[in-house]
């Protein structure tokens, strides 16, 4: 499987901030995801990443909060902007296989005071 | 869309016991079921999946079933162990749209020695 990786692994903010998160990919691939995970809560997707097109949002996420780039294959990054202290999260970049596989990063942490 | 129900929320066995994981989906249109595990501070981690075409599949002390018709999937832990220990997540995939996945609420289940 792809070797995924994100930075930053964790890191603590301040309220009103923005955090762009970085996840990186050993393997070309089309279909990349953004996901949060509230403490002890599943996963819940922010959108879809394909190269070359704008990123598609799930109900609840908007762009001006969660600004997502993909230039290539291989990377992405999300942002989280204006930050509060509910934006606490842990955030997953994920990629699907062709055979419909995801496989996640590492996770960033997040903490907003 | 879809919405994929999962229980129960916590599960106890004693070491060598079988554990039992169950979910509902809600969209007959979804063919692709992974689960995944996923340990305290680490990422998820894909143990097994089965798609639509296929009623049961099995790998090691690990299986999962499905029935399209009442719309559910088990996974089933045969022999627990300690290390078995962790929080489970089921998803479902439907097939419109980018085939994202819909996770159900997790189980965290507790092996005792």
């Known amino acids: 499987s792809a070797v995924i990786s994100q930075k930053p692994s964790r890191d603590i903010c301040q309220r009103g901030t923005s955090l762009t998160i970085q996840c990186q990919v050993d393997?070309?691939?089309?279909?990349m995801f953004w996901y949060r995970q509230q403490p002890g809560q599943s996963l819940t997707l922010i959108a879809t990443?394909?190269?070359?097109?704008?990123?598609?949002?799930e109900s609840g996420f908007v762009i001006d909060k969660f600004p997502i780039s993909r230039p290539n294959l291989t990377f992405s990054t999300l942002t989280v902007s204006n930050m509060s202290p509910e934006d606490s999260s842990i955030y997953l970049c994920?990629?699907?296989?062709?055979?419909?596989?995801?496989?996640f990063g590492p996770g960033t942490r997040l903490l907003v005071l | 869309g879809e919405n994929v129900e999962q229980h129960p929320s916590t599960l106890s066995v004693q070491e060598g016991d079988s554990a039992v994981i169950k979910c509902t989906y809600s969209?007959?249109?979804?063919?692709?079921f992974p689960w995944y595990k996923q340990e305290l501070g680490k990422r998820p981690q894909l143990i097994i999946d089965?798609?639509?075409?296929?009623g049961e599949k099995k790998d090691q002390r690990i299986a999962v079933t499905l029935n399209k018709t009442a719309k559910h999937f088990s996974l089933h832990i045969t022999e627990t162990q300690p290390e078995d220990s962790a929080v489970y997540f089921c998803?479902?995939?439907?097939?419109?749209?980018?085939?994202?996945?819909?996770f159900g609420t997790g189980t965290r289940l507790l092996v005792s020695p």
């Open positions: 994920s990629l699907r296989t062709s055979r419909e596989t995801q496989y």
């Open positions: 393997s070309q691939v089309t279909m």
């Open positions: 990443a394909n190269q070359g097109s704008e990123a598609t949002y």
């Open positions: 969209d007959s249109a979804s063919n692709y």
């Open positions: 089965i798609r639509s075409n296929v």
């Open positions: 998803a479902a995939s439907p097939i419109t749209g980018f085939q994202k996945l819909v």
